[in-house]
């Protein structure tokens, strides 16, 4: 897919931007990224686990002091909640360890299907396509979908492609809706996507190179 090898050469490193040492801390970072930057969760992080390192003891965590660890991620008691019972969960069943599968995964509190596919594909290396509101918001601009549900989105998007290609396609649309194509003032004009994009600002004064984005 053209956009896939534009992106490649633009972002040749891609990257999550969660900071995180194992599928665990991974798991509960990205329940964390709900309604929240990165940057924000990344800072409140390191103390969360330092204080609850693994399934077990954040399993048993007293949920006024996990709320308090996590209050500046927004939505902090359903966070907190979400983040006891995915621990509970994975005691439960999993052995205390973050399953692998995407079936498993999104039985736990807080996991949706794009939570599941940042697991598989950042810390397992497996194939996993998340459609956040970038990847959903670029898609349509690029005219890779018309389509606005985003499990329908992760569908069309992975005929595109390979699946050992979902995981990497995905962490750079997200840098590139991130750095470059904003919501309401996308930068058009340093944009590498640009000149094959239906949905450019610019004005047209050259045929575009390549017809059709996929």
């Not at 621990?87 to 052995?95: N, S, T, V």
């Not at 045929?207 to 984005?213: E, H, L, S, V």
């Amino acid at each position: 897919m053209a956009i896939d090898r534009l992106l490649a050469d633009e972002y040749p490193e891609a990257i999550c931007e969660l900071d995180h040492r194992n599928p665990f801390e991974l798991l509960a970072a990205t329940i964390l990224s709900a309604q929240c930057t990165d940057a924000r969760v990344n800072m409140v992080t390191p103390a969360l686990f330092a204080r609850f390192p693994d399934a077990a003891s954040l399993a048993a965590a007293p949920p006024g002091e996990l709320e308090d660890i996590i209050r500046s991620t927004g939505f902090y008691q359903s966070k907190a909640k979400n983040l006891i019972g995915m621990a509970q969960g994975l005691l439960d069943r999993f052995g205390g360890e973050v399953p692998t599968a995407l079936d498993d995964l999104v039985t736990l509190p807080g996991v949706g299907r794009k939570t599941g596919n940042v697991v598989r594909s950042v810390a397992f290396g497996l194939p996993g396509l998340p459609v956040d509101t970038h990847v959903l918001r670029l898609s349509k601009r690029l005219g890779l979908t018309t389509l606005d549900d985003a499990v329908k989105v992760e569908a069309e998007l992975g005929r595109y492609l390979p699946p050992s290609r979902w995981g990497e396609f995905s962490l750079r649309i997200i840098l590139h809706g991130r750095r470059v194509c904003d919501a309401r003032k996308p930068a058009c004009d340093v944009c590498a996507l640009e000149f094959l994009c239906p949905s450019s600002q610019l004005p047209r004064k050259h045929q575009r190179k390549i017809k059709n984005p996929t």
